[in-house]
């Protein structure tokens, strides 16, 4: 079983988010993720058994009642890098400090239950991806898009890949105070 632990953004912002891809990159060959798909993503874990599942949902559930996080998505950026344009994300500032103990938290857990995580995917760069080019644009000046919103939970994702992309079940939600 693939999973990740990450932050499902507010109904609105989702819909906001997705609007915002259609409106600014139907002109570049690029899959935009799916609505549904919008996420904002704390530690890809990888492959795990079921077993190994169980257990971290246990810890995880241990974080409830840390405190909300207040975020503001920001600046739309290709990422990796400005040269290097393979897809298009949305940094995310605010309370950082808050989502990076947090981070730190999930990390622990995870080591701690003797889940073996990738060092790449130990780099946390708070971001949306809002899609991945097909191939390479055309460099065009990007905008910012501000809208706060406040993360009241964090969520247990598994991540299933089908020929049309991958899609998101919801294994575990954990409460933020």
């Known amino acids: 079983m693939r999973v990740f632990v990450g932050i499902d953004p507010p109904v609105d912002l989702r819909k906001e988010l997705a609007k915002l891809g259609r409106d600014l990159f139907s002109q570049w060959n ?61 940094t995310v500032s605010g309370e950082k400090e808050k989502l ?38 055309e460099h065009k000046k990007l905008t910012s898009f501000f809208q706060g919103f406040v993360v009241d939970k964090f969520t247990l994702f598994e991540s299933r890949l089908s020929s049309r992309g991958s899609v998101y079940l919801k294994i575990a939600e954990i409460g933020l105070k």
Do not use: A, M
């Open 30 to 90: 690029i899959k935009l993720v799916e609505e549904e798909n919008l996420h904002l993503t704390l530690l890809f874990i990888g492959n795990i058994s079921l077993e190994k599942k169980e257990k971290l949902i246990k810890v995880l559930r241990q974080l409830r009642g840390l405190q909300k996080i207040s975020l503001t998505t920001r600046d739309i950026e290709f990422f990796p890098n400005e040269s290097d344009r393979r897809g298009i994300w949305l």
């Open 100 to 137: 990076f103990s947090l981070y730190k938290k999930i990390v622990d857990s995870c080591l701690n239950l003797g889940i073996d995580i990738d060092k790449n995917d130990l780099r946390f760069f708070p971001h949306i991806t809002l899609g991945r080019f097909r191939e390479k644009p």
